[in-house]
């Protein structure tokens, strides 16, 4: 890998490998090795489809959530992001909401109502979380400009982004104040009595829509969704839902076993909930509010949000090989495309969420800073020059075939939407700024002197 796992979990010093568990959560420091991590993320697929098909109960559950905790926890720069603790935060109160040890289809028993009320908890946090960080941030989000930039800013843009940017500005300070009522004022509603509750989470529901059509965030906007849903109870979905569907949940609602012990156990949850959520609440009403944040190793009860910060324009890295032996001006460079992000001008925008490709989404953020604060990239370009097979295969192309490149280098580019009406088909249109890194072949001193002090030799 890039950032090797077993170098990783190797930094840490502990007494024990259980001191190790309770401090650092992953069942890798009981076995790290490309095998272990392809059987438990096989296993993982294997256990959600299970679940997918009807088949839940709370010690299924507990093994989905602690298998995903286990590669957040030694996925680093890439697993930092923050729809990863809020998976992990939905899925540990996703345990609680099955019965504990039915293994029917369906289970016949109805879940705690702490547990919804928790869910509701959960959308509140991340709603208004979003909206505060966004008004402390940046002033683009106080005087309503934001999106003149956010759609040809954002990670990856996808093929309705540009419609989106070019709309007129009366839109976009339109859109910035509709964003700060979905996410300032609506939350409140979560609590409100049946049909105000319903409401806001309509309208919640259907903001995250409107953002799956704007771009490619992952699956943010989809795990989003899952808390909202706890806004609407069996009177909503009676309305809605197909005659089998309500025929299973009536049958469910008028089973109690096991019910007085889910009780206990919802109550002993919401006690922890609430005792987790002290500093999280105290980081949502700081000056000094920081987002995508854990207060405790088991990302139980965390703290949200997403652009805080929009960028005023798109800095693109375009990783370059050459196979010449002397560089000189006639020296001819080719590109290395990625799977998602712009590289060549001409090439659509793809429709990749809920799918993240997080090296496409790592140097979007590498673009925004200093070679010394991605050692991820460096490697990946030590990899380039040996046509590493791993490396190549989270790119789009491999422009040497044949053999490796000798020198690779990295420029910098702003990238613009090309206007809509470009008679050249182009996407984009871009202008080179100057290099980003500058040429480096496996021989040159620096870069091996760099990949030994992180020990990736091999």
């Known amino acids: 890998g890039l950032l090797p796992a077993k170098n990783f979990l190797e930094t840490f010093k502990f007494d024990s490998k259980s001191d190790a568990l309770l401090k650092l959560p992953t069942i890798f420091w009981l076995k790290i090795s490309d095998g272990m991590l392809l059987t ?33 926890h030694i996925g680093q720069l890439f697993y930092s992001y923050g729809w990863e603790i809020q998976l992990l935060e939905t899925g540990f109160l996703a345990i609680f909401l099955c019965p504990l040890l039915d293994a029917r289809p369906f289970p016949k028993t109805a879940p705690p109502k702490l547990v919804i009320w928790l869910f509701r908890w959960l959308a509140f946090r991340i709603y208004l979380g979003a909206g505060l960080i966004k008004i402390r941030a940046d002033q683009c989000w106080r005087d309503l400009t934001c999106l003149y930039h956010h759609y040809e800013t954002q990670p990856i843009p996808n093929p309705l982004s540009p419609y989106f940017h070019f709309m ?116 949502l009403f700081s000056s000094r509010q920081i987002m995508n944040t854990s207060f405790n190793q088991w990302g139980l009860v965390n703290t949200y949000g997403a652009f805080g910060a929009v960028g005023k324009f798109r800095g693109e890295l375009v990783i370059e090989g050459t196979t010449d032996n002397v560089l000189t001006q006639q020296t001819k460079w080719k590109a290395y495309e990625f799977k998602a992000k712009p ?31 991605n050692p991820w990239l460096i490697h990946l370009i030590w990899k380039l020059l040996d046509n590493d097979k791993d490396a190549l295969s989270l790119l789009a192309n491999n422009p040497f075939p044949e053999k490796p490149p000798k020198y690779i280098k990295v420029d910098y580019y702003i990238y613009k939407f090309a206007p809509l009406d470009d008679k050249s088909n182009a996407v984009w249109h871009r202008e080179y700024i100057g290099q980003w890194l500058p040429p480096l072949s496996r021989e040159t001193k620096e870069l091996k002197e760099y990949i030994k002090a992180y020990e990736w030799e091999n």
């Not at 609407?232 to 469910?252: G, L, Q, Y």
């Not at 590289?343 to 979007?364: G, V």
């Open 168 to 283: 007129p500005k009366w839109f976009h300070k339109f859109g910035v104040l509709w964003n700060h009522f979905i996410e300032l004022i609506v939350p409140f509603f979560i609590f409100s009595p049946r049909v105000l509750r319903y409401m806001a989470g309509i309208l919640m529901i259907s903001f995250q829509f409107i953002l799956t059509l704007s771009g490619n965030l992952s699956f943010l906007n989809w795990i989003t969704i899952v808390p909202v849903i706890a806004c609407f109870d069996d009177n909503f979905f009676r309305k809605i839902m197909p005659k089998w569907i309500i025929n299973k949940a009536e049958s469910a609602a008028a089973h109690k076993r096991f019910y007085k012990p889910q009780k206990i156990i919802a109550w002993a949850l919401v006690f922890l909930i609430a005792w987790l959520s002290i500093p999280v609440v105290q980081n």
């Open 343 to 373: 590289t060549d001008t001409h090439r659509n925008l793809p429709i990749i969420a809920p799918y993240q490709p997080r090296i496409d989404w790592q140097i979007w953020f590498a673009a925004m800073q200093r070679p010394e604060h």
């Open 40 to 72: 438990l993320a096989w296993l993982g697929v294997l256990l959600s489809f299970i679940v997918v098909i009807g088949f839940a109960n709370s010690i299924l559950m507990f093994v989905l959530w602690l298998l995903y905790m286990s590669f957040v």
